[in-house]
């Protein structure tokens, strides 16, 4: 049983940078696998970015390959989202997820915990 809230989001221009942050309360973090999912007005969710209950096993979609780091630090209960060189079609709201398995897989209906997403917008 987790709650998750997520910060970090705003207005960027495109070719700017955020870092996300996605902060747990729960005794059993370090257990769960964490995604990054995103959904932009009038589209599905969409898979972004996972990584394992370790770390040691990340995820991107091929979208934001190279662009994006999902890292995490158990001891303070924190994901994180590193976006670079950000693109208008970034634009869209990201939430957090954690899934009770503890691998860095895709699908949301896998992810038991949702936050309330925050809004990153990206100009061009």
């Known amino acids: 049983q987790v709650q998750l809230v997520e910060s970090g989001g705003g207005l960027v221009q495109a070719g700017g940078s955020l870092r996300l942050s996605c902060a747990a309360s729960?005794?059993?973090?370090?257990?769960?696998?964490m995604g990054w999912f995103r959904q932009a007005a009038g589209k599905e969710r969409e898979f972004v970015a996972a990584?394992?209950?370790?770390?040691?096993?990340?995820s991107y979609a091929e979208s934001v390959k190279g662009r994006f780091t999902i890292s995490r630090d158990n001891a303070k209960n924190t994901v994180y989202l590193q976006m670079n060189f950000l693109k208008p079609e970034d634009t869209a709201i990201y939430a957090c997820?954690?899934?009770?398995?503890?691998?860095?897989?895709?699908?949301?209906?896998?992810?038991?915990?949702w936050g309330q997403g925050t809004q990153v917008t990206v100009s061009s």
């Open positions: 990584i394992s209950r370790g770390g040691g096993v990340t």
């Open positions: 997820a954690a899934n009770r398995y503890g691998s860095a897989s895709s699908p949301p209906v896998e992810y038991d915990y």
């Open positions: 729960g005794r059993t973090f370090s257990t769960y696998a």
